[in-house]
């Protein structure tokens, strides 16, 4: 029997608990072992037995855990940073495995905890903390570990997408949407985590460490929500074989690294494009596997516990053959992270034009003068006004390159307005 | 260092090979140790030569590897079942563990080989043998494996999955798509095992049994396979808001399996109906992450090494903490495989009827009386006889009722055809 500790009991810490009960003869078939849970950490006591939590096993005060000998693996799904960090941190010293869902912690102070788990000997796992319920880190750990990886794009944000895919499905704006992801509780009372893209970008950033064998950090990667998105920016993509999704990427070229999160176009046959709702994927381009996407549920109840519960029993194994302290996130290069106007890509740029002679010719050459090749440009009036909506496609280029024209571009009288969105084809 | 042995030098092993080289440094970092080809057997002197194989390294008789204790992993890519299983079978007893992508003889001779291989402390890992690069089994071994699985449903062939695209997307017969896929390297000159479902049928045997903790063997799984699709099947479910699709399936309900492979209309709107080409996919259901699909190559020289040489490392692991013998498909369970006409699912039933009055309601009466619940009906005319053509959609209803149903219609004089798919929402 190995005895755990599961440091709060919220949503992903009620699963966990009614996971490892459910399937209890199954776990222990598979480990070898019967996975006993003793204490449960919990100030809502209430909370705690309305999960099936007994009262000998709830528990206030961390001590009590930290203190125990029989406890071998101690599971923190309380997420936040400080106090989180700080019963993690012990929990290690005091000798114990840990199973964290915890991003926030792993994309700041991983680099800290793995290392205090080498020196302590033990396992430190978060196969929780990106993707839910979808097993992209043991799969790029594991059976991916042959691989030289190139780029990761995921959707690792289920309120955003939800938010998206709402609104182009049903022609709404980003407020409606968010106001319908908030009343099936997708979204939280302050969405701004989502809804600006951290969330994603803590994930990208561990994700990007895993594949790159290189610390990425939440500081490294651009970020860029969804606020910003109007019907119109919808309407306009579909009409081009896109879909707009808000896109985490990791990209490594010549040892070096970019981290982003933005909304894009993802061309309709993309894979990524037809993931919607609440769902999740995540796109790996691989040396040898060459493309790969994993798709699930990125967050909830169970399919959170699943992770949780997959990462408790494969350190019950490491506990049986005596090799914890081997398990986390081994970081062996240190890669330059480099600005996101370096990123390569197809970008769709729109701008606002007077309709008069020579500005499409004005426009291309300014792009053709810093190599922005055109792909396909599509010139329609503006109702009213005498004005012109201009959306040009471009081929593979530099987004600095192309970022320059736009600020030469803004200063021309003929110009009134002009955005980018960078485009997966 | 850890050195190894490779059996056969065709595609797979050449891209074995050729991947241990390019990323060796990586692999060294990740595993802690180098990892050494020192033999390849292989008849095709000049197919290992022109793979890069060395002349020291090549070799053509098994006991040379057998005999050789720095040998400590054998990775067997020859396929076949004859000499394939006569050499892991010995490299076995030799005290080797073995990797190998060999799904005919995981399906089939798996139940020996894994007992053997827990008796003498080896491992065998065989991700490569079903959906080639998609870290499958892998994911289910270890991630996932806090859940109880219900349903697999996976396209596991890329040679149909091409023919049916292209059927789908150029409208042009099966027999031209098969010319197609020939031309391009995606059919081999006797296709017979991936047109009749075979290859598919081993894979699903292979999931299942890691799924549902039960030994399933290619005689429990029912196989048909996409010969007779003809271009009329294809438009019609388009038109329905369907995709053709060959789909492996292994579903559990109350300890009982279902096991097939048979054509099926996906609806649009699941994740399968977009895997196109020759991609393969794996969508699992589960009770704790609920659904999840990993989507990939499911073959190819690079995809299926990225699998082989992932298990190689995972073996260098277990190797080096003395933990081998672990490894295998623990069927720990004995479950009954089902006849597929318990299978419940929603059917797509075409009939070629006489078009005079009654006949419809003589039909959905014979339907009705069996339980069998109608969820559409599309009536149409067929030109030039006094015929029509009957397409319902049933709503979920074990397949034995509806067969029941047809056996009986069919010997009404007003119905001349009758056909199902199976639906899938």
Redesign the interface.
């Known amino acids: 029997m190995i005895q755990i500790a599961i440091l709060g009991c919220g949503t992903v810490g009620g699963?966990v608990y009614k996971?490892?009960k459910?399937?209890s003869d199954?776990?222990k078939?598979?480990t070898s072992k019967q996975i006993k849970v003793k204490k449960v950490l919990e100030r809502d006591t209430q909370k705690a037995l309305d999960a099936g939590v007994t009262k000998e096993e709830l528990c206030q005060n961390i001590d009590e855990i930290l203190n125990d000998n029989e406890i071998e693996i101690v599971v923190e799904v309380m997420g936040g940073l400080t106090f989180a960090y700080e019963c993690i941190i012990k929990a290690i010293e005091a000798g114990k495995n840990i199973v964290t869902a915890n991003k926030d912690l792993i994309a700041v102070k991983g680099e800290e905890i793995f290392k205090l788990a080498k020196e302590k000997h033990v396992d430190v796992r978060y196969?929780a903390s990106v993707g839910g319920?979808?097993?992209v880190?043991?799969?790029m750990q594991?059976?991916?570990?042959?691989?030289?990886y190139s780029d990761i794009i995921a959707i690792l944000n289920g309120t955003t997408n939800y938010i998206l895919t709402k609104m182009t499905e049903q022609g709404i704006s980003y407020k409606d949407a968010l106001k319908q992801a908030a009343d099936l509780g997708y979204a939280e009372s302050d969405p701004s985590a989502d809804v600006e893209g951290t969330d994603a970008a803590r994930k990208i950033a561990i994700l990007g460490s895993i594949a790159f064998?290189s610390r990425c950090t939440l500081n490294d990667v651009y970020c860029e929500g969804i606020t910003q998105i109007v019907e119109k920016d919808i309407m306009l993509a579909n009409k081009l074989g896109y879909q707009i999704k808000l896109l985490a990427m990791a990209k490594e070229h010549d040892e070096k690294i970019i981290l982003s999160v933005r909304p894009a176009f993802v061309k309709n046959s993309h894979?990524l494009a037809?993931v919607n709702d609440v769902f999740n994927a995540v796109f790996l381009k691989?040396?040898?596997?060459?493309?790969?996407?994993?798709?699930?549920?990125g967050a909830?109840e169970?399919?959170t516990?699943?992770?949780v519960?997959?990462d408790?029993?494969?350190i019950c194994?490491s506990i049986l053959?005596k090799?914890t302290g081997?398990y986390g996130l081994?970081c062996?290069k240190e890669k330059e992270i480099l600005n996101i106007r370096e990123l390569n890509s197809s970008f769709c740029l729109r701008l606002r034009v007077a309709d008069k002679p020579n500005v499409l010719a004005g426009i291309a050459s300014e792009l053709g003068t810093r190599g922005v090749s055109i792909k396909s440009v599509i010139q329609s009036p503006v109702p009213d006004i005498d004005m012109a909506s201009l959306t040009i496609i471009t081929h593979e280029t530099k987004e600095q390159f192309l970022q320059e024209a736009i600020s030469i571009l803004k200063e021309k009288e003929y110009v009134e307005k002009a955005n980018i969105f960078m485009c997966l084809a």
Chains 1, 2 share one sequence.
């Open positions: 699963g996971l490892i459910k399937n199954d776990i078939m598979r196969e319920g979808i097993p880190i043991g799969a594991n059976v991916l570990c042959a691989n030289t064998n894979p037809s691989c040396d040898a596997a060459d493309n790969i996407m994993l798709y699930g549920r909830g169970m399919p516990a699943s992770s519960v997959g408790i029993m494969a194994t053959n090799t081997n081994n062996y």
